[in-house]
């Protein structure tokens, strides 16, 4: 009896998701060169708001432009969450956290976020956690504890900056398994928009601090606050919301165990920081375990026409 094979689905989807990851890891760790500049000038509070103004103005001329209308009213609990956990609590307390501790240290403490993205999401989405997931996911620990030690000793660090650095991973976490059930009620442009309008609220505060500083700063840091807006916010949040949209939280939070390896080699070629073989062998960890948990188990050998079913199931799950 003749069997008709299967059409291989399109892998269009996984690709644009895929590069929509990329694009937010580059971006994210570009922030980390940007805010070296902004945090000299501006504090913890103030370059928060600007950073989260300068998003929500480029968000909104966007949304205007495809004429986006209000989410869903299911996605506003997720967007609401989000809002307050990661655009607004968590980029004060990190920008806080990192005037405490050294760069090795925040970059250790931060790094438990993907750890806790995969258990949140594995306990309140019901998202797998499949052993390729959790072996990358190690092997990128190791990278960024690596990266963490060779940094280390560059400046002071007290307990109470690690506290901070701690509850910026938790609310990074918590902000992104809040996020992804929204993706589904939601587009991503919407998600990211009023998501970034919630943390620019909650940050209304600290106004006058903007104001007072923007007054005094270099015109260097305040474009550098402004890029961080546009570019590692407006752009990044919104392409990791549609990444997320498309794939596990655990996933994509072990996707920005690249973000330290890129880290070293932006800060390499833009600030003259020649890094050292233990940071560049971090660095390559991180990128190696990354590699692991986005790595995808081989069909086993069989007919022809059992792989190609078997194939088609696969791709048609991580669609």
Request: with cysteine.
């Amino acid at each position: 009896m003749m069997s008709t094979a299967r059409p291989a689905p399109s892998r269009r989807p996984e690709v644009l998701a895929a590069g929509a990851a990329t694009v937010t890891v580059v971006l994210w760790a570009s922030a980390f060169v940007s805010i070296r500049s902004a945090g000299e000038a501006y504090s913890p509070g103030a370059l928060a708001l600007g950073r989260l103004l300068s998003g929500v103005l480029t968000l909104g001329v966007i949304c205007l432009l495809r004429r986006e209308g209000l989410p869903a009213r299911p996605a506003w609990r997720g967007i609401a969450i989000s809002g307050l956990l990661w655009f607004g609590f968590y980029m004060v307390v990190l920008n806080w956290g990192e005037q405490q501790v050294d760069a090795g240290t925040a970059a250790l403490v931060v790094n438990v976020g993907p750890i806790l993205i995969a258990l949140l999401g594995a306990r309140l989405l019901g998202d797998a956690l499949p052993p390729r997931l959790l072996a990358g996911m190690a092997v990128s620990f190791a990278g960024a504890v690596t990266v963490g030690l060779s940094m280390s000793g560059e400046g002071g660090s007290s307990l109470f900056g690690v506290v901070l650095c701690l509850l910026a991973a938790v609310a990074y976490a918590g902000g992104v398994v809040a996020q992804k059930p929204a993706l589904g009620h939601a587009s991503a442009l919407q998600v990211t928009t009023f998501g970034c309008l919630v943390g620019a609220v909650l940050c209304l505060p600290f106004t006058g601090q903007l104001v007072t500083e923007a007054a005094d700063a270099p015109v260097s840091a305040t474009l550098n606050m402004v890029y961080l807006g546009v570019f590692p916010t407006a752009l990044a949040f919104t392409t990791w919301a549609y990444a997320l949209a498309r794939t596990t939280a655990g996933r994509m939070g072990a996707t920005t165990y690249a973000v330290p390896a890129l880290v070293v080699l932006m800060s390499w070629l833009a600030l003259g920081e020649v890094p050292g073989l233990l940071t560049l062998a971090g660095g390559a960890l991180c990128l190696a375990g990354v590699a692991v948990s986005r790595s995808r188990r081989r069909a086993r050998a069989a007919a022809p026409d059992e792989v190609t079913e078997s194939r088609s199931e696969n791709a048609s799950r991580s669609a």
